[in-house]
């Protein structure tokens, strides 16, 4: 197979472009922005981007807003809920089945990332947050071997991911979720249950900090 037949369809690089923008809060919860402003922001043709806009409606993580316009859906009570259940239900389980494939080059990979996730939060740097927090964790999830799990726990990263941006503008690092030193004492002490512990401390955190965001009126 040749380097272009292996090249990646231009559908799928926008989609991945448009889905990081809203899994690392580029775009902010409610913000429209227009098809024509995504078609340059993405430096992308307009038929990729409405393929990405109308996948993205289908997750959820879109919503169509009349005039050529699209927003990432609003935060609410009842919606935080359902994230934080589904969260604690999905991302626990993956952890404990990552356990048995724990090996010391990915606790070493982990460590490395969690490294680059104390920089971001010292120096106050949210977008490097976001994607090192988010790298972390899916390094880890990955580990499971269970893709049916993982793909619900990417979808509902993706629902969440705007507002932990909101929050992070909020409190500029502090009290941001971060359970990973835990989290890695327990892979070395091969304890699964331990990083279970630790995994659902950090959800619990995360959402702890949202609602409150809510509770204040920051959405």
């Known amino acids: 197979m040749d380097a272009e037949s292996r090249k990646i369809p231009t559908h799928e690089v926008t989609y ?3 889905r990081d923008m809203i ?11 227009t098809i024509q402003g995504l078609t340059t922001e993405l430096d992308a043709g307009m038929t990729p981007v409405r393929e990405a806009i109308r996948r993205l409606a289908a997750e959820g993580a879109l919503m169509p807003q009349g005039n050529r316009r699209v927003s990432v859906p609003q935060m609410t009570e009842s919606v935080l809920d ?19 494939a724990m090996e010391p080059t990915l606790i070493r990979r982990l460590r490395l990332l969690d490294e680059r996730v104390n920089t971001a939060i010292s120096e106050g740097d949210i977008a490097a947050y976001l994607r090192f927090n988010h790298a972390f964790h899916f390094a880890l999830y990955e580990a499971a071997d269970a893709p049916v799990l993982l793909d619900i726990a990417q979808s ?15 409190l500029g690092g ?9 989290a890695l004492a327990a892979m070395e002490a091969d304890d699964a249950e331990a990083l279970v512990a630790a995994i659902t401390q950090d ?6 900090q949202v609602r409150l ?7």
């Open 16 to 18: 991945s472009r448009l």
């Open 23 to 33: 899994l690392f809060g580029a775009l902010a919860p409610g913000q429209p922005v």
């Open 82 to 100: 359902q994230l934080a259940w589904a969260r604690l239900a999905i991302e626990p389980q993956l952890a404990r089945l990552a356990m048995r």
């Open 156 to 170: 509902l990263w993706l629902r969440a991911g705007p507002s932990l941006r909101l929050v992070m503008g909020r």
């Open 174 to 182: 502090a009290g941001l979720p971060d359970q990973h030193a835990e």
């Open 203 to 208: 959800i619990g955190q995360g959402v702890g």
């Open 213 to 219: 965001a809510l509770a204040e009126g920051a959405f």
